[in-house]
Structures are given as C-alpha cells and as structure tokens.
C-alpha cells in the first residue's frame, strides 16, 4: 500500500521558513510524497527543495488582503492536488480555513499545525483582524481532530480555550556535525534573529547601543518593523553599531549565528518569555 501523499500549505514565500523546511525534509526522508505550497508575498528568492514546491502569485498590495486572495487561491489548487490519498497539512490558522472545507469535502486527515498562537500576535493586538482571526480560530479549531503545535505552553493554551489536545512538536534544530568555538570577536557581536515584528525589543536594544563601547548589534531576518528600526538607528546616528544583515538561507544563519557573542531574544508586554542566551 502506497503512503498517502502530503500537501503542506503555509502563508509565506518559504525562504527563510526554517520549521516548514524541517517538517517537510522529515517527511521526505521518511519516505512520504511531499508537495509544499506557498506564496510570493515580500519576494521569492530562488531556492531548491528535494520536493516539489509553488508559491501562489498575489497581486495584493496590502496584508489584509493578501490573506484573503491568498486563502481563496489556495483553495483552488488544493482542489486541483488533493485526492482521497492525501493528507492535508496547514500550518498557522492563516492557512487554516480551505484546509478544513477540502479536508472536509473529500473526507480526509487534516492536520493543523499551529506554530503560535496566531490570533493573540502582538501585530494584531487590538486590531479589527484580531476579531476575524479568533472567530475564525472559534469555528475550525473545535472540530480539528489532528493538530500539533511548538510547546506545552501553546497546548495547554489550546486545550483550555477549545477542548483540543494537540501533540507538541518542538521547533528545535537539526542536529548538525560542525566545528564550534567560542569566537573572540573585537568588537563583540550581539545577534537578533527571526521575524522583525513589535514588541521583541528591538528598538531598546538598538537605543542600548549607545552605551555600550566595543559591541555591534546584527539583526537577521525581515518583517513589517524593518523599515521602521532602519529609519530609527539613522535617526540615532548608530549606523556604525547596528548592522541589517536581511533574510538568509538557513545555513547562512548558522554560519552567522556561530560568529555571535551573545544572542538576543526578548518578548515585550505581549510576549510569553524573555531569555538571554550567552556563548561565554
């Protein structure tokens, strides 16, 4: 008996997403037909995949209407790929709702994978979209019977609010064979990596800049503040501290990662955790 074939789905340009990336490789590997769909919302950079992959074109100028061209779309093409010996996989709750109507037209596995806690995003806070993601978020995610998330905090969030019991899948790094030292860097690296959104501090890092001699502050990634914090640090005059290092590869930002004396990751006021990591 032939393995069911596996369509992820996902509302991003598939570039830097590394926990996609890691799902899919896995279950490549591991002997599954994988077919992985995206879109070219903020670029698509060139890149290749063991398997097959396509990101929807949008035409979309704003967010808000991205996702809606983009759910639409995708709709479509899931109609177009998915047989009865397919499984579905959506991750984020943005690409949620023509998983859950075509798994239910067709009657088949859906899996729901739920990277955050999507309808609670800082950027949405407040927001009429953070309206239409929880009511979106109150009608499918009761009747997902499959459905996996990145901690035990996200499940037990998820299981208080909804009644749902998804299985945690930690979003942890490959494990690599690689040569490693501890760098003694002059002047010494301070590295953000990830999404460049609100409240992860990085405009107080970026101000903390200024008193701190010998230390230049990276940030890798790109987001909807990118902007924003490039105007601020000319605003500051700390060009010459804070470096934007923009999108990479993943194994490009491991190579850059292994170069860091001190890694930050802060979550403000809407954020679960704050952590420091050191290297020395």
Known sequence: M??????????SNLYTDQRIEKVCGTL???????ELIG????????????????RISLISKSLKTAYFEFNWKLYRQLKEKADRNTILHANDLDALLPNYLLAKKLNIPLVFDSHEIFSEMPAIQGKMSQKLWRYLERKLVPNVKLMIT???????????KYGVEPQVVQNAPRKLAMDWKIPDNHPKILLYQGAINPFRGIDKAILAMKHLDDVIFKIAGDGPMKGEYENFV?????????????????EDLRKVTLTADCGMSI??????????????
Request: aromatic share 18%; hydrophobic share 35%.
């Open 39 to 54: 879109n070219d919302w903020k670029g698509a950079e060139n890149m290749s995949r063991p398997y097959p992959f396509s």
């Open 2 to 11: 032939r393995r069911k074939k596996i369509i992820t789905s996902a509302f």
């Open 234 to 250: 000319l605003k500051e005059n700390l060009q010459h501290k804070v470096e934007f290092l923009g999108k990479l590869l993943p």
């Open 150 to 160: 990145a901690s035990t905090g996200y499940a037990a969030w998820f299981k208080n």
């Open 28 to 34: 490549y590997e591991n002997g599954y037909e994988v």
């Open 267 to 280: 979550e403000e006021k809407w954020g679960r955790e704050l952590l420091l990591f050191f290297t020395e």
